[in-house]
């Protein structure tokens, strides 16, 4: 007698009900499409919010509207019909990479600052074209300094990454975990703030050794790391230097870690993270078409198209009651996240060229309501001597994930964008008045 399959633990099924995702992996050499979301409204608009890969994990950018072939219920929807386009997909998703970077003592005294420096501002540059991008240092001190914050300007991450050469090391110390932890609210604080349905976070990490402050336990960057308001965060790790943990650095950067003994290579590593984010970006195509459909529930199919041997195809269902003419595909699509789509159908497309389907719904941070933000955010500390004063729930404490991050504000920086939560208690408030631009104090030097 045959044994049956073995039943589903139950963490297996809330894992697979947490991201929402069926696959199907069928022979190589094909193509990976992954639906992140999707929308069918009046009068007859379907679009699908997706990524495209090649079924080794190689992102498949530049893919233009002719490459995409849309089926309903098994027969092809006419390009002159389905007046499918490929929108901006900035339009309903909003993709932010905080760049966090060591200036603990051994950074600072080193002759490598202007390699960093120089590192920093190209990737700064290449990732700015597809993301917002805020830059935020570290040293001992129990948070961060805002060298760059989230702007919608294209070019004020790359501008502003220059003043880290005058940058003053408060604690020569190094806060990595706690650094860490609290760079991921700060990221979740900036995407809280978007309007946009979707939302993405990416974080980079740069460092040239292990945490020695210890004001954050590996356990509790850990609980943090694994909470479910950062779960979806794709997170990279720079370490460069003799000094590193390299297991430690392998946790932290789960997507990918860049590992490089010498600082004078340091240029080299942060080129090959923004390559992987800029590819990762250029994955994302946001299909808009109008639907001959005017009722009932029926199966589309969309099949992408990438070269000769390379195809691959998502499918799902979706309702057309009430649908009829006057379609505009060029709308934005509303994005429905308090309704997730419906568990699609998957299929391996034709002639057995080989793919791997999956899709899921909108990422959880996408998901949060944006009424938080509309709550009075916290003040941020102004230091008033050289080491920063530290409110109580600090980094030195284990930060408990989704809450308002603490940042250190220097006088000549823009203030930090922070996560408006109403229950996070106010920053300390220094005893002195805050120096001007021109104190010793500043992490900055004037």
Do not use: W
């Not at 000094?243 to 789960?254: K, Q, S, V």
């Amino acid at each position: 007698m045959t044994p049956g399959p073995h039943p589903r633990s139950p963490r297996s099924t809330r894992l697979a009900a947490f991201v929402g995702v069926v696959a199907l992996t069928a022979c190589s050499g094909g193509l990976r499409l992954v639906r992140i979301h999707s929308s069918a409204h009046n009068p007859s608009n379907i679009a699908v919010y997706f990524t495209v890969d090649t079924f080794d994990g190689k992102p498949v950018p530049g893919l233009t509207a002719d490459r995409f072939t849309i089926y309903e219920d098994g027969s092809q929807v006419s390009e002159f019909e389905s007046k499918q386009t490929i929108l901006n997909e900035k339009v309903a998703a909003a993709h932010d990479t905080l760049l966090l970077i060591d200036m603990s003592g051994s950074v600072v005294e080193s002759n490598h600052v202007g390699d960093i420096v120089a590192a920093a501002s190209l990737f700064a540059q290449r990732v700015e074209k597809y993301q917002k991008v805020g830059v935020y240092a570290f040293d001992g001190s129990p948070d961060l300094y805002p060298v760059v914050p989230f702007t919608e300007s294209e070019s004020a991450a790359t501008g502003g990454i220059e003043r880290l050469k005058t940058f003053k090391s408060r604690d020569p110390s190094t806060n990595l975990y706690g650094a860490v932890v609290e760079a991921l609210k700060t990221l979740k604080g900036a995407l809280d703030q978007e309007t946009k349905p979707l939302r993405f976070g990416t974080l980079v990490v740069f460092t040239d050794g292990t945490d020695r402050a210890a004001r954050v336990s590996k356990i509790d960057l850990d609980n943090a790391l694994r909470a479910p308001d950062y779960a979806d965060f794709d997170i990279f790790a720079i370490g460069v230097g003799a000094e590193m943990n390299h297991a430690h650095l392998e946790d932290i950067g789960r997507t990918g870690t860049i590992k490089e003994t010498d600082l004078a290579n340091v240029g080299h590593a942060f080129d090959q993270v923004g390559a992987k984010i800029e590819g990762m970006t250029e994955r994302y195509y946001l299909l808009s078409y109008c639907t001959p459909s005017r009722a009932g529930d029926h199966e589309v199919r969309i099949e992408a198209h990438a070269g000769k041997d390379l195809s691959g195809s998502l499918t799902y269902r979706f309702t057309a009651n009430g649908f009829g003419p006057d379609c505009d595909p060029s709308v934005a699509p509303d994005f429905d996240l308090a309704h997730p789509p419906l568990v699609p159908v998957a299929t391996e497309g034709e002639g057995g060229k080989g793919l791997k389907v999956e899709k899921k719904g909108a990422r959880p941070v996408g998901a949060q309501k944006a009424a938080t933000a509309s709550a009075p955010a916290p003040k941020t500390a102004t230091p008033s001597a050289p080491t920063p004063k530290t409110a109580p729930g600090s980094a030195s404490k284990a930060a408990a994930p989704g809450s308002a991050p603490k940042v250190v504000a220097p006088a000549s920086a823009p203030k930090a964008s922070a996560p408006a939560t109403p229950a996070a208690p106010k920053a300390a408030t220094p005893a002195e008045p805050a120096p001007s631009s021109t104190g010793s104090t500043e992490p900055f030097a004037p």
